[in-house]
């Protein structure tokens, strides 16, 4: 399924294009909305556990390991 999410800082994000193809680095802008299925999971960092999400991008690419608190749900 489906959401709309909107970033809510400036992000640089590493996007996976296809399996054969090197990541690509991208800047996602505040406020952009895109359509996104979400993959959530618990990462374990210095600072105690994060909440992040790998986001599916409608258009085939992939963002992993993308936090919470960078994006809003907006339907």
Do not use: N, W
């Not at 489906?2 to 991208?26: G, N």
């Not at 210095?46 to 963002?63: K, M, Q, R, Y």
Request: glycine share 4%; charged share 25%.
């Amino acid at each position: 399924m489906y959401h709309s999410i909107e970033f809510a800082t400036d992000m640089p994000v590493d996007l996976e294009i296809s399996p054969k193809q090197p990541l690509e680095r991208v800047l996602l802008r505040c406020r952009t909305k895109m359509l996104a299925q979400v993959r959530p999971y618990v990462v374990e960092m210095l600072s105690g556990p994060v909440e992040v999400a790998d986001l599916f991008f409608d258009d085939g690419t992939t963002a992993r390991g993308i936090p919470f608190s960078r994006f809003s749900f907006t339907d």
